[in-house]
């Protein structure tokens, strides 16, 4: 399982960070992504790593955002800076196992493991 925490509620431009930790296997080699689903939108993948280090973005959160990991305390990170209104969301963590596929054209459906999701409210 995965366990999400760190969300909260911000004024526009504020920061928060997202942690997601891991039980009972290791995070290394995993596509490891973070997801979003505001109220009444479908739930939309905002970032990935892919476990060798590569990393991507969708274009609204490019160079605002930060997806990584600690290796050795198997946890995954989302800093979030320069928050904006529209990134209101419910934010969850997912992993896929090794083998899965391009780890950016993954599906919801071909990410196995899911956190619980933590809110995050950006007030303007």
């Known amino acids: 399982p995965l366990v999400e925490s760190g969300g909260g509620s911000v004024q526009t431009g504020g920061t928060l960070r997202l942690s997601c930790t891991a039980s009972?296997?290791?995070?290394?080699?995993?596509?490891l992504a973070w997801f979003r689903q505001g109220s009444g939108k479908e739930r939309e993948r905002v970032a990935t790593?892919?476990?060798?280090?590569?990393?991507n973005y969708i274009d609204s959160v490019r160079a605002r955002f930060t997806i990584s990991k600690d290796k050795a305390k198997n946890i995954l990170y989302f800093q979030m800076d320069s928050l904006k209104p529209e990134d209101t969301a419910m934010y969850y963590c997912a992993a896929a196992s090794p083998g899965s596929g391009l780890c950016w054209l993954l599906r919801s459906d071909d990410f196995t493991y899911w956190g619980q999701g933590t809110q995050v409210t950006v007030s303007s």
């Open positions: 790593d892919n476990g060798h280090g590569i990393t």
């Open positions: 009972g296997y290791s995070l290394n080699d995993y596509c």
